[in-house]
């Protein structure tokens, strides 16, 4: 007599737990995507870069390594490098800002 009811019960547990993994499943679908990458600087530049600039466009932080920001720097080049049909003026923008949170040049401003 025990053993329908033991039976039964499980069935009845299977069946709850099915019935909750299918509604956890359609609640995990039917939220909004989230943006997985990280958003890129947006915007015009300024006259002469400053540091902010620099960092936003390299996607770094402000004071950061310098192996970061070569790192930084050699992963946007590869999507912007001219000789891949990148723009002539942006490449000249992210090697500006290199060398601004590198210390190399002084707000010299690009060649464009």
Same mark, same amino acid.
């Given at each position: 007599?025990? #053993?329908?009811?033991?039976?039964?019960?499980?069935?009845?547990?299977?069946? *709850?737990?099915?019935?909750?993994?299918? @509604?956890?499943?359609?609640?995990?679908?039917?939220?909004?995507?989230?943006? +997985?990458?990280? +958003?890129?600087?947006?915007?015009?530049?300024? #006259?002469?870069? #400053? +540091?902010?600039?620099?960092?936003?466009? *390299?996607?770094?932080?402000?004071?950061?390594?310098?192996?970061?920001?070569?790192?930084?720097?050699?992963?946007?080049?590869?999507?912007?490098?001219?000789?891949?049909?990148?723009?002539?003026? @942006?490449?000249?923008?992210?090697?500006?800002?290199?060398?601004?949170?590198?210390?190399?040049?002084?707000?010299?401003?690009?060649?464009?």
């Amino acid at each position: 007599m025990e #053993t329908p009811m033991v039976a039964g019960a499980a069935v009845a547990a299977a069946a *709850l737990a099915g019935r909750y993994g299918i @509604l956890a499943w359609q609640a995990f679908k039917a939220r909004p995507p989230v943006a +997985r990458m990280r +958003r890129f600087y947006e915007g015009g530049f300024q #006259t002469a870069m #400053t +540091r902010r600039e620099a960092a936003l466009i *390299l996607g770094v932080r402000e004071r950061v390594a310098a192996e970061k920001v070569k790192e930084a720097h050699r992963r946007v080049m590869v999507a912007n490098h001219p000789d891949a049909g990148g723009s002539h003026y @942006l490449a000249s923008k992210i090697n500006e800002a290199k060398d601004i949170l590198l210390g190399k040049s002084s707000n010299s401003g690009s060649a464009f």
